[in-house]
């Protein structure tokens, strides 16, 4: 996420591609990509073009994907200028990814968690606000704005169905865009000025491991439900130490999982300032030990120092009963510490709360 401090100049270095004026990318290759950090992206960019003069002339803007960065950016553009601005998404919907689940909560600020701040549900965005809740629920309160915006502004188009398969570099300056209309089912050419890549990381792959079909995170049925076959030990693996992961790790743990509830659970449960001063202490010292550059084992200090805290506050009583009867759960994960601080230090809490109720619960 951008950080306050950054000059306008400094967010468009960030996003430039080197020796492509003009072009620019959104969140393909940040940490912490989040519904609201990429927004922040996409808002962050169009301010610093616009405070830079960049959009003085009035260039033609395409911006391509339709997701939480690219939404922000083309109704930021389209808002802050007289520039035609092009949206073009290759899938039917807008935010696509966030249409297909009631499970999943979206929440603003819950990663700064426990940080001050964090249990604010509104996102206090200057346009596309909106308030922690389902993952549908939010997108549809995001696109409703967007197409206000779209609606309001006579520069900004919005192609859906439209796959941007190539671009070209004109001598002119600019870009030369082809596309395929899925519609029309033909290809045609578009130049632009400015290019803002905003396709994300897209769709999971559907089949990692050869022979298993994969549910995406933003499926309802990625999230184990409940236990109906009736086994005496349901043993569930789940690979991946990121924020998903983790999140899964402790869905497929619980009898009826529900996303808020856990949040709420965890983030007020009584007596955890204690718990909070340590958290924030391990999160200093393993971020000071990664810029020297020294060994630190996330997941042996939140066993070895938040586990007992959890334990003594009852914290892990609390999670123990939501856990599916005789659940067995295997985590697997590429890095050795298990965690990283790539990941929210709530989903790793609540991770090492619900290991310990699995080890503690007979």
Known sequence: ????????????????????????????????ITFYSQQ????????????????????????????AAGLAAAAAAALASDSEVVLFEAADDLLKLQM??????????????????????????????????????????????????AGRRGNLVVLKRHRVTGARELDAGGY????????????????????ILAFGFGLEASETVHGIGDKSYWDNAGIPG?????RANPHYFVSGSGDGGLIDFVAAASKDFDHAAMIQAVTSYPNMEPVKTELLAIETEARHAKVLGDPFNLFEAFSDRIGPLIQANGLVT????????????????????????????????????TIIACQTTE
């Not at 922040?40 to 391509?64: S, T």
């Open 100 to 149: 297909g689940t009631d499970r999943r909560k979206l929440d603003p600020h819950i990663y700064n968690w426990p940080r001050s701040g964090a249990d604010d549900p509104v996102a206090d965005l200057p346009i596309l606000d909106w308030e922690a809740g389902p993952s549908s629920n939010v997108r549809d309160d995001v696109v409703r704005q967007f197409e206000d915006v």
């Open 318 to 353: 609390h999670l123990a009963r939501q856990l599916r009867p005789g659940v067995q759960m295997t985590l697997q994960t590429r890095d050795e510490s298990v965690f990283t601080l790539g990941s929210s230090i709530l989903n790793r809490l609540a991770v090492v709360a």
């Open 176 to 195: 030369e865009l082809t596309v395929f209309d899925k519609a029309a089912g033909r290809l045609r050419t578009e130049a632009f000025q400015i290019v």
């Open 226 to 230: 409940a236990e109906f076959r009736g």
């Open 40 to 67: 922040v992206r996409g808002l962050a960019l169009i301010h610093a073009l616009a405070e830079q003069d960049y959009l003085r002339e009035k260039p033609r803007v395409a911006v391509i994907g339709g997701g």
């Open 1 to 32: 996420m951008p950080d306050p401090a950054l000059r306008p100049i400094d967010v468009i270095d960030g996003a430039s591609i080197k020796g492509r004026k003009g072009l620019y990318v959104l969140g393909c290759f940040d940490q912490r």
